[in-house]
């Protein structure tokens, strides 16, 4: 393998900038799309500490690998585009770039138009780490789009958005046959057993429904709760969920901020009104704060086929389910048509084991909330899209997987 940038000093160059500059980039994405600034400050940290573990571990990730008098080769595709969301601008981009370039590619970034600042402080930053010869970003228009999939040093792409949007960009790549990485959002599970800790569960979906203002793929959106705790967890939940402190991103106490766009509040308000009408009981919030601020909101007796429940809810609102026992948590749990993650709640060995092998998710965390790390493969299965970022698998995704046999 051949890389297009030296790793270490590069990488290590663009760690420093990173952290040296965190607070000068959490405001930006702060003043862009409304996260509050704490949150802002944690995705930039977060964008250092994947830049320093792919300098150390990403090489030997695409070692050759001997089998009998055979080996197997990671070599770059080529041309890695990646269209990327507002929601997390400098996150999104460096878990994708990061692994790409140490597989020796090249990468152009399409970035949301609701994010330029954030786009051009990529761009520059990455320049003067080392990679502007081998990486671009900007804001482009959605026309660009079609030529750029279409174009023949284009030999991948990595998608984040909605599931309208990237089936539509993964029909453009597959009439050129390029290679998609897909991450289409989430209506993720969060199961609650009687045998959990409930302290811990509570604040935990708090903080898990709440993160990046609710406008998270990964966020606990669906709150399944086995019935002999459920009213214990719905009165803690929703005395939690009314209890945040809302309003101004930039102000540190803050825990929850205004949604980045009046579409966004717009298509949220619908969803909630469409739930409401459909059966559902307002025990909090449901209503619109101020501009793009809404309230923290938990529904209860959410009827399945409501879209609360069936559609992937970008913003505070919590909706909560009753479950006779496991069985019946878990296909609640799959009744949806996304399938990205699932957060499990349970003291339980058996339980755990069960929800393991039975959650039609890409991931399974137990007792933790649903997160991303550099080290661990990232994705979903349905329609929260397909192939993985991250990890060992992430970074082979963006690699030619060449089989050697010598006789």
Not at 14 to 19: F, R, S, T
Not at 191 to 208: F, G, K, Q, T
Not at 218 to 237: N, W
Not at 267 to 274: F, G, I, S
């Amino acid at each position: 393998m051949t890389a297009l940038v030296e790793a270490p000093a590069s990488h290590s160059l663009l760690a420093d900038i990173l952290e040296t500059r965190r607070e000068r980039y959490a405001g930006l994405i702060t003043t862009e799309m409304r996260k509050t600034i704490r949150s802002a400050r944690a995705e930039v940290a977060k964008c250092a500490k994947t830049v320093r573990y792919f300098s150390q571990h990403g090489p030997s990730m695409l070692r050759e690998e001997r089998i009998g008098n055979a080996f197997i080769r990671y070599e770059p595709l080529g041309t890695v585009l990646g269209i990327m969301p507002w929601n997390f601008p400098f996150w999104q981009v460096i878990r994708f770039a990061i692994p790409a370039l140490i597989a020796g590619n090249r990468v152009i970034v399409k970035h949301s138009s609701l994010v330029p600042g954030c786009a051009a402080a990529l761009e520059e930053l990455m320049g003067e780490a080392g990679f502007g010869d081998v990486f671009s970003c900007a804001s482009l228009p959605h026309d660009v789009v079609p030529a750029l999939i279409a174009d023949p040093r284009v030999r991948a792409v990595v998608v984040t958005a909605g599931h309208e949007t990237g089936s539509h960009l993964a029909s453009l790549a597959g009439k050129h046959v390029k290679k998609v990485i897909l991450e289409l959002g989430g209506s993720d599970a969060f199961i609650v057993m009687p045998s959990a800790d409930l302290n811990r569960a509570v604040a935990a979906a708090v903080r898990s429904r709440l993160h990046c203002n609710g406008q998270a793929c990964t966020a606990a959106k669906r709150f399944i709760v086995h019935r002999e705790i459920a009213d214990e967890f719905e009165h803690r939940f929703v005395a939690a969920m009314e209890s945040v402190r809302v309003g101004d991103p930039f102000d540190e106490r803050t825990e929850l901020g205004p949604l980045a766009t009046p579409d966004v509040i717009a298509r949220l308000e619908k969803q909630v009104a469409k739930t409401i009408a459909a059966g559902a009981t307002v025990l909090a919030g449901a209503y619109r704060i101020e501009e793009n601020l809404y309230a923290p909101t938990v529904l209860s007796d959410v009827p399945l086929d409501s879209p609360a429940a069936q559609e992937e809810t970008f913003g505070p609102v919590a909706a909560l389910f009753r479950a006779d026992d496991l069985a019946s948590a878990i296909a609640i749990a799959n009744n949806s048509r996304f399938g990205l993650g699932a957060s499990v709640w349970t003291r339980d060995r058996d339980e755990s084991d069960r929800c393991i092998r039975e959650l039609q998710t890409g991931q399974v965390f137990i007792n933790a909330i649903v997160s991303s790390d550099p080290a661990l493969p990232f994705g979903g299965t349905k329609d929260s899209g397909y192939g993985r970022e991250l990890g060992a698998a992430g970074i082979r995704e963006l690699t030619n997987v060449k089989c050697v046999s010598i006789a």
